[in-house]
Structure formats: C-alpha cells, structure tokens
C-alpha cells in the first residue's frame, strides 16, 4: 500500500512496533522508545511518538515529585496541627486554676482573652469546685482580661447564676476600665452581679460575709509567737 | 390512688419548725405535681415555717421540674414559709441557667447543714420583724 514518492521499509513490522512500545507505555514502562533503525518517511512518525513518549514521561515524573513534596508537606502541617491541638488542650486546664485561699472562699483568676469556649469550661470548673469545696463564696478575678465581648459578658452573668442555685454566691472583681465601658456600650445589665473593684476588696468583702475580721497584731507579740 | 403512685411517693420529714424533703427518685411531671401539692398540704396541716429540698440525687431537672420548684417557693412563701433548695449539682444548675430558669424568688444552700442555718436564720428574722 505505497503511495506516490514515499519509500517506507517494512512497514508492518514497524507499525506493530510503534503498537507495541505504545501499549507498554500505556502499561507503565516509562523507559521503552521505538529507536527506529530506518532512515526513510516513516521515521520521523516514530521519531515524533519517542518525543511525546518522552515529554510524558516527563511530565509524570514531576508530577510525582510535585505529589511526593504536597504530601511532606501536608505531614508536617499535619503534625504541627496536633501540636497546636494538644497545647490548647493543655492552656485549657491551665487557664482555670480554681483555688480554696481561705475557710469558705474559693478564688479563680482569669489571666488572658477570654472565649465563650474557655468560659464554659471555666464556669464548669468553678462550680465543680464549688460542690467539692462546699464553700460559699466564690470570687472571679478579670484583672488580667484586656477585653470581653457580648457573649463573654453573658457565659460570666450565667457562671454567677449557676453558683447561686448551687448556694453560693459569686462575686465578681478586676473590671478594667476598658470592659467597663464595652460593657455599657453593650448594654449588658451586670446590676444583678456583686462587683468590687479589685481582688483585696472582694477578700475583704468574704470576710465580711464569714463574720471574720483581720487585725493586726503588735510586733513583740508577733515575736512571742515566734518563739 | 393506685399502687404506683403511693409506692413512689416522696416522704415528706418534719423536723422542728422545718419540713425536709428529700428527692431520691427521677421525678416526672406528675411526681412533680404531686409533691408540690403534699408539701403545701403538709404545711397547711404542721404549720411549719420552713421547706428544705434536697435536689442532690438529681441528675436531670428539665424546666418544668425547675418551674414546679420556683413556684413551690412562691407558693410557700404566701402561706409564711420559706424554700430552700439544697444540693444543686453543677450540671442542673448549668441546665436551668440554659434554660432560662434563673429562680430569683428561690433560696439556695449548698448542703443540708447550711440549708438549716438559712432557715433558722430567716425564721429569726421574721420573728423580730414581728417584735
């Protein structure tokens, strides 16, 4: 089946070839080429398939690489996620240090931004403590909060809440004057909660609520006592 | 009455001045009103001037639990006693507050002991308010 002007050798034999290498390479073997040994029409057909067979071949090798390098990269990420994970797990147990400083009183000092996430398992540890305690009087200490929001300021009326069903009462101190105003601003009612303004006065105001006074006692008879 | 019922039924202590209540069994709605009724009965009926519930044992209270016990204080507190619920456990009062319940009317104590010296207190109180 020759066509005017065009010499080709063996043709059958070469197109099954080009078939073969073709179907190996469809099959994986990267690494097959016709490398036609004839030097007539046909041979640059076969010169252009080597050439495609041999882009592809490329092409598919960086593709791997690019994957390979995706998925490092994705494992890092990965790890470096439950990294992250575990630390805030473990700020979250820090961050609500619920602690008994005197008979009946138990102080949690909140240090930090505070989330309705981080609220919640505040107000739980707090009222947890409370029922282990048994103490009555409860003070929560936002010295350290830089702001609240809307939310906050809600999670903080229903911890207070939460403690007086439990029969104790909670009092709330440290509101900076930065919270003060988003708190007006917000139009949050906080008149149904005990406020004072720093930690000394709200201990000073338990005492008060324990029937307990502190006095101060003269040197030499500190000095007594010491010995 | 049927069985059930009375076989259910929550017992009702007087102690002194006080009646004391404690609930140690998953309350439904019609337990609920039961008691409610009982307790005003047996207040009519001693002339006591305190309530105390012990909640301690509950795990859940849904609103109309919560709704019965803030209407009890109510209640009481027409026929000249005062409530006091005692024993809240952390994960019903969470609830209650989610719910929107937040009893204002109602006296809270953590335990028995210091649900007694509430009532005594109030007790003292009304008797010098009348002096």
């Known amino acids: ?227 | 009455m049927n069985d059930v019922i009375t076989e259910r039924r929550i017992p009702i202590i007087k102690i002194g001045n006080y009646l004391i209540v404690s609930i140690q069994v998953d309350m439904h709605d019609r337990l609920a009103i039961e008691l409610q009724a009982q307790i005003l009965e047996e207040l009519s009926k001693t002339g006591a001037k305190g309530v105390l519930i012990d909640i301690s044992v509950l795990e859940m209270v849904d609103s109309f639990i919560g709704r019965m016990l803030s209407g009890m204080a109510s209640m009481a507190a027409i026929m000249d006693a005062s409530v006091v619920i005692v024993g809240m456990q952390p994960a019903v009062a969470i609830t209650l507050v989610e719910l929107g319940l937040e009893m204002p009317n109602v006296e809270t104590a953590l335990n028995m002991e210091k649900g007694i010296e509430m009532l005594e207190k109030n007790l003292k109180q009304r008797n010098a308010n009348k002096a």
């Open chain 1, 1 to 227: 089946m020759m066509e005017e002007g065009l010499t080709i050798n063996n043709l059958k034999a070469r197109v099954n070839r080009i078939e073969d290498i073709l179907s190996s390479v469809a099959a994986g073997d990267l690494e097959a080429r016709i490398n036609s040994e004839f030097e007539d029409d046909f041979t640059g057909v076969e010169a252009a398939v080597d050439l495609l067979i041999n882009d592809l071949t490329d092409e598919l090798m960086q593709r791997e690489k690019t994957q390979k390098e995706l998925e490092e990269r994705l494992a890092t990420i990965q790890e470096q996620q439950k990294t992250i994970l575990m630390q805030q797990e473990d700020l979250l147990e820090l961050s609500s240090p619920v602690t008994k400083v005197w008979d009946n009183v138990v102080v949690l000092p909140v240090i930090g931004t505070l989330d309705s996430r981080r609220t919640q398992i505040m107000m739980e540890n707090l009222l947890q403590k409370i029922v282990d305690t048994g103490c009555t009087i409860a003070i929560l200490d936002i010295t350290g909060v830089a702001t609240i929001d809307t939310q906050v300021a809600n999670h903080l009326i229903k911890t207070v809440t939460a403690a007086r069903l439990l029969g104790a009462e909670c009092i709330v101190s440290g509101i900076s004057p930065a919270i003060a105003q988003t708190i007006v601003h917000l139009g949050i009612d906080l008149s149904t909660i005990q406020t004072k303004a720093t930690l000394q006065e709200s201990m000073q105001y338990a005492f008060q609520r324990n029937n307990q006074h502190v006095v101060e006692i003269a040197p030499e008879e500190h000095m007594s006592h010491g010995e």
